[in-house]
C-alpha cells in the first residue's frame, strides 16, 4: 500500500512559479509510475503529468505543456511538479497518484494510489 503526500501549493500570482512536491511511503518508489492530475471546483479531474518509473519517459496534458515539468528522485522517494507561466485557469487541487509498473504503458491512466491533495490559486 503507497501513502502519498502533497507539499508546496499556495498562492501565486499569474506568471509566477510553484513547484509541488509528493512523498512516497509504504511501497517501492522505483516500482511506480507517478502522474499528477488536477481538478476545479466543478470541472472532472484532469491529467497534467506523468513520469515512468526511471524517469526516461514522460507524458503532459495538453494545456500545459512547455510550462511544466515533471521529476522524481527515486532515492528522496519523491515526485515533483515544477509549475512555470501559471495562469488563473490553472487554478485547482492538485493530486498526486501513483501506478504500479506492472500495469499499461498508457502514463495518462490506472492509477490506483492517491495523495490527499494541495490547493493551487493562481491570481489574476
Known amino acids: 500500500q503507497v501513502q502519498l503526500v502533497e507539499s508546496g501549493g499556495g498562492l501565486v500570482q499569474a506568471g509566477g512559479s510553484l513547484r509541488l512536491s509528493c512523498a512516497a511511503s509504504g511501497g517501492t518508489f522505483r516500482n511506480h509510475h507517478m502522474g499528477w492530475f488536477r481538478q476545479a471546483p466543478g470541472k472532472e479531474r484532469e491529467f497534467v503529468a506523468a513520469?515512468?518509473?526511471?524517469?526516461?519517459?514522460?507524458a503532459y496534458g495538453d494545456s500545459v505543456k512547455g510550462r511544466f515539468t515533471i521529476s522524481r528522485d527515486n532515492a528522496k522517494n519523491t515526485a515533483y511538479l515544477q509549475m512555470n507561466s501559471l495562469k488563473p485557469e490553472d487554478t485547482a487541487v492538485y493530486y498526486c497518484?501513483?501506478?504500479?509498473?506492472?500495469?499499461?504503458?498508457?502514463?495518462?491512466?490506472?492509477?490506483?494510489?492517491w495523495g490527499q491533495g494541495t490547493q493551487v490559486t493562481v491570481s489574476s
Open positions: 513520469i515512468s518509473w526511471g524517469g526516461s519517459r514522460n
Open positions: 497518484a501513483a501506478r504500479h509498473i506492472s500495469g499499461g504503458v498508457d502514463l495518462t491512466r490506472e492509477y490506483n494510489y
